[in-house]
């Protein structure tokens, strides 16, 4: 199980921190990705990083803005936004994968949570 939290409403050149709390069969995640769907659009990746915590990789919209973490005493993910833009408004979701033939596949999905950023 996956449960997001750290949404909300925040100025445009501001900052957020989204969590991603797992719970479960943590032992079979290989890597965890934020991906966000903004309204009208398709989903899109955002950022990855693998279980054990190193690995991190970013899309270039948010890359040198976004930082994605985990706390390896625990089993949460976080993603740190900074100087949001309009553009990154968003419900963004947290996943849980594995290697597949054609990539990662993505079992386990957070409920999303709300990011919108105002001008």
């Known amino acids: 199980q996956l449960v997001e939290s750290g949404g909300g409403l925040v100025q445009a050149g501001g900052s957020l921190r989204l969590s991603c709390a797992a719970s479960?069969?943590?032992?079979?995640?290989?890597?965890m990705t934020w991906f966000r769907q903004a309204p009208g659009k398709e989903r899109e990746f955002v950022a990855r990083?693998?279980?054990?915590?190193?690995?991190?990789y970013y899309a270039d919209s948010v890359k040198g803005r976004f930082i994605i973490s985990k706390d390896n005493a625990g089993n949460t993910v976080y993603l740190q936004m900074n100087s949001l833009k309009l553009e990154d408004t968003a419900v963004y979701y947290c996943?849980?994968?594995?290697?597949?033939?054609?990539?990662?596949?993505?079992?386990?999905w957070g409920q999303g949570t709300q990011v919108t950023v105002s001008s």
């Open positions: 990083i693998r279980w054990s915590g190193d690995n991190s």
């Open positions: 996943a849980a994968g594995r290697p597949s033939s054609s990539g990662y596949q993505y079992n386990y």
């Open positions: 479960g069969r943590t032992f079979s995640i290989y890597v």
